[in-house]
């Protein structure tokens, strides 16, 4: 198998570009999609501040490397669950990079501990509040993310989401027919309202399996294992699903996840009969609805918002 541009011995084949790649032009490939996906989306410009949340595994540590390279201006954000065993070596490997080569790019990595603000690790809090750890951590993961970036003014905040999280998301969303989930599923989702940092996904054009081999062949040092609460999680089931659809039929995971995205941008706003993203008429509701949290000022629906009542929950449980 000899790569499809320059002729030399491939190091990967990508069956559904129907190409193989040496490892120079692989990255060259890689860097483009990630490109094609910033440009095309309008995720950010030359001299917007990018706010990467790794979690010290493959696609955001590529993430971060991607960014770097492209010359864009990226620090990172490193959220410490408190999950004994894993976090220790997570924050290890996202330190390592920092300490490597984001340090050349002159970037830094900010690292939040929940256990230090909270005075409890996620498995802790789940318990607390009698709710499942993975949702618990996501509700986290958000606030976190958004604060950060709203507080030390990131123009952007980027996640290591690929086309595997995407096209399994989206099949989740449509299995349940979640149309809310559905109406806010997208590679860009603009700041709806002040407070809310705008968030976006560049390796959503790559594959998971693609972001592993840009990660090996650049000798980025991840963590391998799986956070040990994502066993037997709906969403290694959805994944393992478009895997053997994808083997069967190359290109199955991106028709899926790029059909949905050009029906998205295509769809009429209700009520309008015009065409115009999902996230704008998003931003509208939000607007309409959103005020400062009476307990930390992020925007919330309600009074207080889920964050706080998730850890007024946990200090009341702890106390009992
Ligand atoms: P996951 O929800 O674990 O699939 O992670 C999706 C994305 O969220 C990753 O690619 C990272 O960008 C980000 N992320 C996950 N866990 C953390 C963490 N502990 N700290 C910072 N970012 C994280
Ligand atoms: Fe959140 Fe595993 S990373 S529960
Ligand atoms: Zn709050």
Redesign the pocket.
């Known amino acids: 198998m000899n790569c499809k541009k320059c002729t030399i011995k491939a190091v990967i084949g990508l069956p559904r570009h129907n190409a193989a790649f040496c490892k120079a032009c692989f990255n060259e490939f890689v860097l483009e999609q990630v490109t094609r996906a910033i440009k095309g989306e309008r995720m950010f410009g030359r001299d917007d501040r990018i706010l990467v949340a790794v979690s010290g595994g493959k696609d955001s540590l590529a993430l971060w490397d991607i960014l770097l390279k492209l010359g864009y201006k990226a620090d990172a954000l490193y959220v410490d ?1 408190g ?1 004994p065993g894993y976090s220790t070596k997570s924050r290890e490997k996202a330190q390592r990079f920092a300490d490597g080569v984001a340090r050349t790019h002159e970037a830094k990595l900010l690292i939040h501990k929940v256990e230090e603000e909270e005075g409890a690790g ?1 498995r802790e809090l789940a318990d607390l509040i009698h709710r499942p ?2 949702s618990t ?1 996501g509700t986290i ?1 958000r606030y976190q993310f958004n604060r950060a970036a709203v507080e030390q003014h990131y123009d952007v905040m980027a996640t290591g989401h690929n086309l595997d999280d995407e096209a399994s998301r989206l099949l989740g969303n449509v299995l349940h027919w979640q149309e809310e989930y559905l109406d806010k599923q997208g590679p860009s989702l603009p700041a709806s309202v002040e407070g809310f940092a705008k968030k976006v996904k560049p390796l959503y054009r790559l594959s998971e399996r693609e972001v592993a081999a840009y990660s090996v062949l650049n000798r980025i040092d991840y963590i391998v294992d799986e ?1 040990p ?2 066993k037997g999680s709906k969403m290694l089931l959805y994944k393992d699903v478009l895997n053997r659809l994808e083997t069967e039929s190359p290109g199955t995971k991106q028709a899926f996840y790029c059909g949905f995205l050009e029906k998205q941008a295509r769809a009429p706003r209700q009520g309008s009969g015009q065409a115009q993203p999902a996230p704008a008429s998003m931003a509208e509701k939000d607007r309409a609805t959103l005020h400062p949290c009476a307990t930390c000022s992020q925007p919330t629906t309600a009074e207080i918002c889920s964050y706080c009542k998730m850890m007024a929950r946990a200090k009341a449980g702890s106390t009992r």
């Open positions: 669950l999950i996620i750890t993975c951590c993961k956070c609460m994502a």
